[in-house]
């Protein structure tokens, strides 16, 4: 099938974005670099700033950051330390100041060191989904947007803050409509494309996302209306983030045959799963509230969710992706399999980092749950 020409268009897009950037900087704005799909984007656009997404999904910044981390922790902290130490990445480097947040215990810590290289602002996320910790981070927010207005010079008023929301829903509802695109039969789109879609929605300009959304969505109705897709084993992938540099699972899944329907990660529905009903910061925080991220306690909810995408994205079985070392997500991932198995729905779990070191095995392991499910 040919390329869309919606990708293509992207990536000519995305070609341009880091001079775009580096242009709206020396006019002024504000860069805010974020890790976490908690930090509030539509509080940064308000005030006219600009949010870009940080994550380092390769293996090459690692080395650098073990000569001060820890070897035995994530690979995405670890990538991520390092594009920043080795001013590897030009979204670091642009980044006025990091938004950091207290999710997983290694990634809270390294943001002390990452404080040393670069201004930094943490949030504090709580780990329980109860009323008082919404009180905590009710408060954190409204605290987010104060540092906001004084780090910026801005004054976030009520328009430009209903302008930001309605821009961020738009995004959410398209991603939805990309995904009900993703639900047919035969599914219009690779989970090769639809990742680099996500991935890249981290670094451009809003604009420029609900572009891109839009073609892509008019390009895969087209070809759903004439009956065009890909088949395969429908997989649906649950679990760490896939940051951009990282694609290992889904190159692996598609090439052994399955095809990645749906993503239960932060470069999918968490991302963009619940709108903001409202206008006000408590109408943002209840949204980001509900992220269904393991480094909360009792996460019934994310379980749920899973069951809910397996049936939505009419997915064969689930890949449950864990980045090594990351124990939120593994902990939970017993969980999950353990009620999926009961469902009857088939689950393999896999851990790994950004080598290619496991790729042979972890694509033998993956051949025979393909063809078996
Ligand atoms: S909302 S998933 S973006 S915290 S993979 S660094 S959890 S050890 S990235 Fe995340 Fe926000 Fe949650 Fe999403 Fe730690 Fe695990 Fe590494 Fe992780």
């Given at each position: 099938?040919?390329?869309?020409?919606?990708?293509?268009?992207?990536?000519?897009?995305?070609?341009?974005?880091?001079?775009?950037?580096?242009?709206?900087?020396?006019?002024?704005?504000?860069?805010?670099?974020?890790?976490?799909?908690?930090?509030?984007?539509?509080?940064?656009?308000?005030?006219?700033?600009?949010?870009?997404?940080?994550?380092?999904?390769?293996?090459?910044?690692?080395?650098?950051?073990?000569?001060?981390?820890?070897?035995?922790?994530?690979?995405?902290?670890?990538?991520?330390?390092?594009?920043?130490?080795?001013?590897?990445?030009?979204?670091?480097?642009?980044?006025?100041?990091?938004?950091?947040?207290?999710?997983?215990?290694?990634?809270?810590?390294?943001?002390?060191?990452?404080?040393?290289?670069?201004?930094?602002?943490?949030?504090?996320?709580?780990?329980?989904?109860?009323?008082?910790?919404?009180?905590?981070?009710?408060?954190?927010?409204?605290?987010?947007?104060?540092?906001?207005?004084?780090?910026?010079?801005?004054?976030?008023?009520?328009?430009?803050?209903?302008?930001?929301?309605?821009?961020?829903?738009e995004e959410r509802m398209l991603s939805h409509k990309l995904y009900e695109l993703r639900s047919q039969i035969p599914t219009p789109i690779t989970g090769k494309d639809a990742l680099k879609i996500f991935q890249r929605s981290f670094l451009l300009d809003i604009k420029d996302r609900l572009a891109i959304l839009k073609e892509v969505i008019s390009e895969l109705e087209e070809r759903v209306k004439n009956g065009e897709g890909y088949t395969g084993k429908r997989i649906l992938v649950a679990g760490c983030p896939m940051v951009a540099g990282n694609t290992k699972i889904v190159d692996i899944?598609?090439?052994?045959?399955?095809?990645?329907?749906?993503?239960?990660?932060?470069?999918?529905?968490?991302?963009?799963?619940?709108?903001?009903?409202?206008?006000?910061?408590?109408?943002?925080?209840?949204?980001?509230?509900?992220?269904?991220?393991?480094?909360?306690?009792?996460?019934?909810?994310?379980?749920?969710?899973?069951?809910?995408?397996?049936?939505?994205?009419?997915?064969?079985?689930?890949?449950?992706?864990?980045?090594?070392?990351?124990?939120?997500?593994?902990?939970?991932?017993?969980?999950?399999?353990?009620?999926?198995?009961?469902?009857?729905?088939?689950?393999?779990?896999?851990?790994?980092?950004?080598?290619?070191?496991?790729?042979?095995?972890?694509?033998?392991?993956?051949?025979?749950?393909?063809?078996?499910?």
């Amino acid at each position: 099938m040919d390329e869309l020409k919606s990708i293509k268009k992207l990536d000519e897009i995305f070609s341009k974005r880091k001079d775009q950037l580096y242009r709206e900087k020396d006019e002024g704005k504000k860069v805010f670099g974020r890790f976490c799909v908690f930090v509030p984007t539509e509080i940064i656009c308000a005030a006219d700033a600009i949010p870009v997404g940080l994550c380092g999904g390769k293996e090459s910044t690692i080395p650098s950051a073990e000569e001060d981390l820890p070897r035995n922790i994530c690979p995405l902290i670890k990538s991520s330390y390092g594009f920043k130490k080795d001013k590897a990445c030009p979204y670091f480097e642009a980044s006025d100041v990091i938004v950091g947040e207290t999710t997983c215990d290694g990634k809270k810590k390294m943001f002390e060191h990452m404080a040393e290289l670069s201004e930094m602002y943490v949030m504090h996320l709580p780990h329980f989904k109860d009323e008082r910790s919404y009180e905590l981070w009710l408060k954190e927010v409204y605290d987010f947007k104060d540092y906001v207005e004084k780090f910026t010079g801005n004054n976030i008023t009520e328009e430009k803050l209903k302008e930001a929301i309605d821009e961020e829903n738009e995004e959410r509802m398209l991603s939805h409509k990309l995904y009900e695109l993703r639900s047919q039969i035969p599914t219009p789109i690779t989970g090769k494309d639809a990742l680099k879609i996500f991935q890249r929605s981290f670094l451009l300009d809003i604009k420029d996302r609900l572009a891109i959304l839009k073609e892509v969505i008019s390009e895969l109705e087209e070809r759903v209306k004439n009956g065009e897709g890909y088949t395969g084993k429908r997989i649906l992938v649950a679990g760490c983030p896939m940051v951009a540099g990282n694609t290992k699972i889904v190159d692996i899944i598609e090439e052994v045959g399955g095809l990645v329907v749906g993503e239960e990660t932060c470069t999918g529905t968490r991302k963009f799963d619940n709108l903001v009903n409202g206008y006000t910061i408590d109408d943002l925080a209840e949204r980001y509230f509900k992220i269904n991220c393991a480094s909360a306690f009792k996460n019934d909810s994310r379980i749920e969710r899973i069951k809910e995408l397996v049936k939505e994205q009419n997915a064969d079985g689930v890949v449950y992706y864990t980045l090594q070392y990351c124990h939120t997500f593994n902990v939970e991932g017993a969980l999950i399999e353990k009620e999926l198995k009961n469902l009857g729905i088939p689950i393999i779990k896999i851990e790994t980092d950004y080598s290619e070191s496991d790729k042979e095995q972890i694509k033998t392991r993956l051949e025979a749950f393909v063809e078996m499910i």
